[in-house]
């Protein structure tokens, strides 16, 4: 199995932030690296797909890019919505594991 | 509009089995895999595994095979998960999503979770 690395597994951060997450996997793959956001008590929420492509809806600040094992999604300015849990997952090699999250929190 | 619609919460003894489905409306049902995602309390997410509705093949997650099995009735659009003999290491809450295939797969849509508990 592919294991997901996410860092931090916590951060805080102020509203107008710019923050990056990263995600590292346990050996190289190809560019099938996904994002997800997770607010509590809510279904997770497709960010981006294949490491660079933004889901329909989801707002230009959000953008992620990597390649081999390292990964990162980046919020250029943080808004009061962004404030969830964010997971990466790896769709490269069944099982499609998931990194185990990073927790966005207010300042 | 694509939706994925989940049956809702379950209380369950340990040994019992549990069907929870999704129901997928807004789309051709038998050309989009559906995957299941376990979120255990507290925890993050974990990859249980894919079926694809046109012709039931399945992937499971090693972990998880011979615990659960996916099925999926084209007739009235709606994948499954079942159990035989729950656990109470079962308890947590269970999404189905649809899996798209450009780009590598992802889960597009998401159904809103079932939470099962098994406790005696």
Redesign the interface.
């Known amino acids: ?1 592919i294991e997901m690395t996410q860092s931090p597994s916590s951060l805080s951060a102020s509203v107008g932030e710019r923050v990056t997450f990263t995600c590292r996997a346990s050996r190289p793959m ?5 994002w ?1 956001q ?1 607010k509590p008590g809510e ?4 960010l981006i ?2 490491t660079s ?1 933004l ?1 329909s809806g989801v707002p230009s600040r959000f953008s992620g890019s990597g390649s081999g094992t390292e990964f990162t999604l980046t919020i250029s300015s943080l808004l009061p919505e962004d404030f969830a ?1 964010y ?1 990466c ?1 790896q ?2 090699s ?8 990073t927790k966005l929190e207010i300042k | 509009e694509v939706q994925l619609v989940q049956s809702g919460a379950e209380v369950r003894k340990p040994g019992e089995s549990l069907r929870i489905s999704c129901k997928g409306s807004g789309y051709t049902f038998t050309n989009y895999w559906i995957g299941w995602v376990r979120q255990m309390p507290g925890k993050g997410l974990e990859w249980m595994g894919i079926i694809y509705p046109g012709d039931s093949d399945t992937r499971y997650s090693p972990s998880l095979q011979g615990k659960v099995t996916f099925t999926a009735d084209r007739s009235i659009t709606t994948a499954y998960l079942q159990w035989n003999s729950l656990r109470a290491s079962d308890t947590a809450i269970y999404y189905c999503a649809r899996s798209r295939g450009d780009f590598g797969n992802y889960f597009d849509y998401w159904g809103q979770g079932t939470l099962v508990t098994v406790s005696s």
């Open positions: 199995d190809s560019s099938w690296l996904n997800y997770q279904a997770p929420k497709l797909y294949g492509n889901q849990s997971y997952q769709t490269y069944p099982p499609h594991t998931f990194g185990q999250g």
